[in-house]
C-alpha cells in the first residue's frame, strides 16, 4: 500500500538474522537490503519477477531501480516488457533509460518500437546515445527517426549516427555526407574524421 518500514541492524557474525516485524500482516511488494548502497559489499538476494518489477516501479532511490533493472535482463522480454516501457515512461535518470533501451533493442514488437523512437528524441544526450549504441542493425520504418540524429546537439552522437546509418543504407550514402558535410566535432575533429573515412 506504499508503506515503508525498515530495520537498521549489525551484521557482526558469520550468520546474523534480522527480523523486521509485519503486525498489521500486510502484503510486502518489495525488500531491498542496504537502500540507496551505503554498505561495501556483496550480496546474492534473490527474488521473484513480481518483486523486481515493484522494486523497478516504486523504490524511491534511483540505484534501487537500477539494481532491480539489472536483475529483469535474465528474464524473457515478452514477460517484462509492459513493466520496462511503465518504468521507462515514469523515470527521469538516464541510467535507467538507457538500460531499458538496451534491454528493448532487438524486440521488434510495435511497443517498443515506440519507446525507442522515443529515446531517439529524449532531451538527454546519454539516453540518445544509448539508441545509437545499442541499436546498430536499423529497422527500415525507425530509418527517418535515425536520420534526425545527423542534426543532433552531440557531436559524438553525430558521428556514431553516421557510421550506422552509412552501414545499414548504403545506398544513401551521399545524402548522409551532404547532410553531415559542414559538421567538423569537437576536440579531435571526430565527425570530419569519420565523414573522410566514408568518403574515402
Known amino acids: 500500500n506504499g508503506k515503508i518500514d525498515s530495520q537498521k541492524a549489525w551484521i557482526e557474525k558469520e550468520h546474523s538474522e534480522v527480523i523486521i516485524p509485519n503486525k498489521e500482516k500486510k502484503e510486502i511488494a518489495f525488500v531491498v537490503f542496504d537502500p540507496n548502497r551505503q554498505v561495501i559489499k556483496k550480496v546474492n538476494f534473490s527474488r521473484t519477477f513480481e518483486e523486481l518489477t515493484a522494486q523497478l516501479l516504486e523504490s524511491k532511490n534511483m540505484i534501487d531501480r537500477y539494481d532491480a533493472l539489472l536483475e529483469l535482463k535474465k528474464t524473457e522480454i515478452g514477460k517484462k516488457r509492459g513493466f520496462l516501457i511503465k518504468s521507462y515512461n515514469q523515470e527521469t535518470f538516464h541510467l535507467i533509460k538507457a538500460e531499458i533501451v538496451a534491454q528493448l533493442a532487438e524486440d521488434e514488437v510495435i511497443q517498443s518500437l515506440e519507446l525507442i523512437r522515443k529515446a531517439i528524441n ?31 546537439s552531440s557531436y559524438q552522437v553525430i558521428t556514431i549516427a553516421l557510421e550506422n546509418l552509412v552501414y545499414n543504407f548504403p545506398e544513401r550514402t551521399e545524402t548522409y555526407l551532404e547532410t553531415t558535410n559542414n559538421e567538423w566535432g569537437a576536440t579531435g575533429i571526430g565527425i570530419r574524421i569519420k565523414w573522410l573515412e566514408i568518403a574515402f
Open 122 to 152: 529524449d532531451n538527454d544526450v546519454n539516453v540518445r546515445k544509448a539508441v545509437l549504441l545499442n541499436i546498430t542493425k536499423i529497422n527500415e520504418s525507425m530509418r527517418t527517426d535515425y536520420e534526425k540524429l545527423l542534426k543532433d
